[in-house]
């Protein structure tokens, strides 16, 4: 009889290290998991900022002649024109692109640089001239006035 007891006894035991080993794995998977999503949810909105600020950043850098919300090859543009070139700002199937080109010329995304991902990308010039930006993270104007 002690025997038996004793072989149950350690049955109980492994059965208790194996249902703590199981609920210590799965409290370590899923912390992961939530590690690993709120990580790429940081990504994403370091990501929109940034691409909103390098817009506005270009504009407010670029030595200006004349800043323009233009329709190029059916996609609408912001277009810093200045020496000659053409700086454009545009959307692509959810990627903000920038391209140099000679003046009055289409947009062509393989030519183009990725800045970024955005599912929202809208230009808008007042009166004033000041040029307001808005994309997934918020909006944000500079005056493009500045400089005439």
């Known amino acids: 009889m002690p025997q038996r007891i004793k072989t149950l006894r350690d049955v109980i035991i492994a059965l208790t290290i194996t249902v703590l080993f199981a609920v210590i794995l799965s409290l370590v998977v899923f912390s992961a998991r939530g590690y690993q999503h709120s ?6 909105s370091s990501n929109t900022r940034a691409v909103l600020s390098y817009i ?45 080109t000679e003046p009055d010329m289409g947009v062509d995304p393989a030519m183009a640089l990725e800045i970024g991902k955005t599912g929202t990308l809208e230009f808008d010039i007042d009166e004033n001239g000041i040029l307001t930006v808005r994309t997934d993270s918020g909006s944000s104007s500079v005056n493009t006035e500045r400089r005439r």
């Open 39 to 44: 990580a790429e949810l940081q990504d994403s």
């Open 56 to 100: 506005v950043s270009s504009v407010r850098d670029s030595d200006v002649s004349e800043i323009s919300i233009e329709n190029r090859s059916g996609k609408e543009c912001l277009v810093i024109s200045c020496d000659g070139y053409e700086h454009k700002f545009y959307m692509d199937e959810g990627r903000l692109l920038e391209e140099y």
